[in-house]
């Protein structure tokens, strides 16, 4: 299974705790383009299984493969941020980063024919609107680093004091 | 227009054409969404008194106001066709993400006419509508045909509606699934099955555009977080099976056919038990902050692996209603029943009948012969294996199935008429419609309630159960009350099945679930959306004007008084053990609280709607047509 190694933030979810609800999508899409549309969502919920659902964005790769595709040199990665940038004069809707993403996690947008990805809502100060809109908390903003060590804590918790949620 | 395209889609099958018609504001204003816009849809396009099994009998969907929106649990859709099993209006409502994407599409509404010659699929993809052969996927359950849709066309995101094996064959309390959600009860997968239509795929890309996103944002954000804390802690940690112990301790339990209220084994099918032993996953609609969904899974004996949500009204009829104490029975029962498109609530009531016919000596071994068993079986309460292949020879119609897939009230006539017997007094149902997980005989109000739902006996549409449990009436008593009381709980949640909303989120506007605590609340959400400037006053009308247009198609369709009745067990056997003891709803009681209702109403003695009502309402497009 791929995986980001990333020391950048980016939104990840947890399957345990997600219901599926696309409250995310939409919340996305508005926050994005002023109307209710899970297709111009920049996370997108998946129901793999009849009870395994999540929803996934950019991962904020190290080395991101999307922006090595590109062959118009149209993106490229904040180093502060991580966030995938898109010239958008550059791009020209080919979909190679869309092939070369591991996570699925760019999309066209219908209407301007360019790519588009999380930004991490960036400019807001609430910051991602999906981890303040997720019923379920299952979304939050985080790193590898962060989310491996919540697994230890959680492994520890369960094991010493025999506690399963 | 706001919140709504303006636009309902015409599909005739017949002819392999489709056609768009547009509706005024007006006309939303009146009939908003859900069942209640289904409904006129139907009154509009039916041919009268026709066969609903024959292609003049519509398929009538209604997507909800809220679908596509963020407001909670808003995600619905309602569907509207006349009834194989009662003759008169089916309406039902189903969640998951159907509704959404009918919304994207821009399409309020959708009207399947005519009936095909060959299997067929419907594809709207967004303005575009396309017939598909549907052959390749006759057989396939639920599941896997919305599956075989979204893999064939490529989309992911493309959401079916469906029917499964027992729509195919007709079976009469046949559902039409989604996301697996059920549009169950009154058999609208049979009405498809007739028309050969195995599904309605629709991928929807358009925004969906409200008047004021800002406020509507507000509101429900602040109703999706108070959605997290008490008032609804049932649904999301135990999920509806939590009634099981309340039932049982108030003796309302139906147990071996209604025989009893009370099960011996109740600790070992309850909501507690199962979540226990069971749990694997919490599931949620579209845009639902609540998530009730309780899927559970069987891990030993002959079902192991079996999984299914668990609802009280499905496990009721599958599991005490049959004398069965192992939960991962019901589990294995409901999962077939959702797969093969099959309400489980009818299943389990019909079954229930089967089981009793056969312990009374009337039906016999022989009369249980299939592939599986063939010198037959011996179906008792209690006896899981035997309900598991009854199940499956309705679905397949094989055999005895045959007579049972017709449902409790044509099944008991037939077997009655072949046999000289009376195994019609203890068939459950109203109007054809087979009975809820309620005991009626210790809920006097809501017996009334049952009595005059447009549908048949139903708990979602008459909340009249609610003033005699919460104890604000006599539960074993009547009064002069109970007319009024029966009027207002059934708008209330018309008023829900209309827009619709969910009736889990009721508590979560102002903490109090009543007119006063939701009604603001809903106004503020409908004008947020519409741009419009409903009052309170005007979100009474909603559930009025709901219920109106389902009582006009039925009395067009010929209803008359005595359609208003309840089964004969609960009228003329005491119920035997528990706290219900003793207690029938008698035909006096009966008939004295349906003068009441009809007086509530401001209907005529004989429960037809006056002329000058309909004016009130404004309503009066609907007289002549029910001779007014």
Partial sequence: MPTSTSKYMYVTNDPQKCVGCQYCEYICSYTKTGAFNTYRSRIRTVRAEEIVVTSIGCRTCENPRCVAACPREALWQ??????????????????????ACDFGAISINPATKRVEMCDLCETLEEGPQCVKWCPKEALTLTTPDQRAQRARQKLATEEVIGLKE | MNGYSGRILHIDLT???????????????????????????CWENIEVGCDPLSPGNPICIGAGLFAGTPVPVGGKYG??????????????LSGGWFAVALKRA????????????????????????????????????????????????????????????????????????????????????????????????VRGTNDVRVADPATLLKLSYDISKTAQGKYTEKYRVLG???????????????????????????????????WEHYRVKTLACAQCPIACEQMRRAKDGPYAGAMSGIEYESLF????????????????????????????MSTGVTLGWAMETFERGILKKEDFKCKKYPEGFEPNFGNGEAAVTMAEMMRDREGIGNVLANGVRKASAQIDAERGTESWKWAMHVKGLEAVGYDMRGLKTFALGAAVVTRGVCHNRSAAYDVDIQGEVDRFGVDEKRGKLARETEEYAAVYD??????????????????????????????????WNFRYEDIDLIGERAHTIKKAFNIREGWTRKDDHLPWRVQHEPMKTGPSAGHVVSEEELEYM?????????????????????????????????GV
């Fill in chain 1, 78 to 99: 904040d180093e502060k941020t991580g966030v995938i940038r898109v010239d958008a004069d550059r791009c020209d809707g080919c979909a190679w980063c869309i092939e």
């Fill in chain 2, 15 to 41: 002819n392999r054409k489709s056609w768009v018609e547009s509706k005024p504001e007006e006309w939303y204003k009146i009939y908003i969404g859900g069942t209640s816009l289904a409904a006129r849809l």
């Fill in chain 2, 79 to 92: 569907i509207a066709s006349k009834s194989p099993l009662t003759g008169f209006l089916g309406d039902s």
């Fill in chain 2, 106 to 201: 821009r399409w309020d509404g959708i009207v399947v006419h005519g009936a095909s010659p060959e299997w067929v699929y419907v594809i709207v993809n967004d303005d575009k509508v396309e017939f598909r052969p549907a052959g390749h996927l006759l057989g396939k359950g639920t599941f896997d045909t919305e599956e075989a849709i979204r893999e064939e066309n490529g989309d992911d995101q493309l959401r079916s509606a469906t029917i499964g094996p027992a729509g195919e064959k007709q079976v009469l309390f046949a559902n039409v699934t989604n996301d697996g959600r059920q549009a169950g009860r009154t058999g609208h997968g049979a009405v498809w099955g007739s028309k050969k239509l195995k599904a309605l795929a």
């Fill in chain 2, 240 to 274: 509806t099976s939590s009634n099981v112990l309340n039932m049982n301790r108030m003796g309302l339990l139906p147990t071996r056919n209604y025989q009893e209220g009370t099960f011996e084994h109740a600790e070992l099918i309850s909501g507690e038990y199962l």
């Fill in chain 2, 317 to 344: 009829g599958v599991s005490s209603n049959l004398g069965l104490k192992d939960v991962q029975v019901s589990i294995k029962l409901i999962e077939l029943c959702d797969q093969s498109g099959m309400d489980t």
């Fill in chain 2, 498 to 531: 209309t827009l619709p909303l969910c009736k889990f989120i009721r508590r979560c506007f102002t903490g109090k679930a009543d007119r006063a605590g939701a009604w603001p609340a809903i106004a503020q959400l409908i004008n947020a959306t519409t741009g």
């Fill in chain 2, 594 to 626: 349906k003068d009441l209702y009809y007086e509530a109403k401001g209907w005529t003695k004989e429960g037809l709607i006056p002329k000058e009502k309909l004016i009130a309402l404004g309503m009066d497009d609907l007289a002549e047509a029910i």
